[in-house]
């Protein structure tokens, strides 16, 4: 069962304005990236459905940030079918992402009150996915789309909560650009998580990354 509902969950999330996304095989590894976000201000992070026993892993997870990161809402992404999205939901997952949008997750999400965000390439897919009960909609790939697309389907939609993910950069320059088109939050992997600062367990570059970012971005919203 979901430790935080979708509104809390929402709330995690707007508060500090970015998603780590993250996949690991090794879950002892993948607790440390969780711990280290953690230190670094994060308060929801999304595992990805990438591996073989990828569900395994997630669970593992979720046990350990309830004793060690006790405020992170912890949500899966990668999830494209129901079936999959209720597996998670049953090992605790906080909230689901997907790289696109399918109704029938949203009405598995709707029933246990979990916030599901899934991605959308256009104006009607955003708004068949809101009239659905998604409250936050993923633009994705964001690289392919730009801020001009975030800014444009903000004009006559300006209700809409937007999460860009793909490309996202923790640079002052790259999330001022999707903030101040008025990206709601954004989600961020590899760049967050390079491979060599992962191989070298270097934590404290996650979270000291994890800081910076949440400072660009506090200063891009004002």
């Given at each position: 069962m979901a430790k935080f509902d979708k509104i809390a969950v929402l709330n995690k999330i707007g508060s500090t304005g970015m998603v780590p996304v993250f996949y690991h095989e090794d879950?002892?590894?993948?607790?440390?990236v969780v711990k280290a976000c953690y230190e670094g201000?994060?308060?929801?992070?999304?595992?990805?459905?990438r591996g073989d026993f990828a569900q395994e892993v997630f669970?593992?997870?979720?046990?350990f940030a309830v004793r060690e990161c006790p405020e992170m809402?912890?949500?899966?992404?990668?999830?494209?079918?129901?079936?999959?999205?209720?597996?998670?939901?049953?090992?605790?997952?906080?909230?689901?992402v997907g790289p696109l949008f399918n109704p029938e997750i949203a009405k598995i999400c709707n029933r246990r009150l979990i916030a599901y965000t899934p991605g959308?390439?256009?104006?009607?897919?955003?708004?068949f996915a809101q009239e659905a009960g998604c409250d936050l909609c993923k633009i994705f790939p964001g690289d392919v789309y730009g801020p001009n697309f975030?800014?444009?389907l903000m004009a006559p939609m300006p209700w809409s909560k937007l999460m860009v993910t793909g490309g996202v950069e923790p640079t002052r320059e790259n999330l001022t650009g999707w903030f101040g088109a008025g990206a709601f939050c954004v989600g961020m992997g590899s760049k967050l998580f390079p491979k060599d600062k992962v191989a070298a367990?270097?934590?404290?570059?996650?979270?000291?990354?994890?800081?910076?970012?949440?400072?660009?971005?506090?200063?891009?919203?004002k």
């Open positions: 879950v002892e590894i993948a607790k440390k201000g994060v308060r929801a992070f999304e595992f990805t459905n669970a593992g997870l979720v046990k809402a912890m949500g899966v992404g990668s999830v494209v079918d129901p079936a999959t999205a209720t597996l998670y939901i049953q090992s605790g997952a906080d909230f689901v959308c390439g256009s104006v009607s897919e955003v708004g975030v800014k444009g367990e270097d934590w404290g570059y996650v979270t000291k990354k994890c800081t910076e970012a949440l400072e660009y971005i506090a200063e891009a919203r």
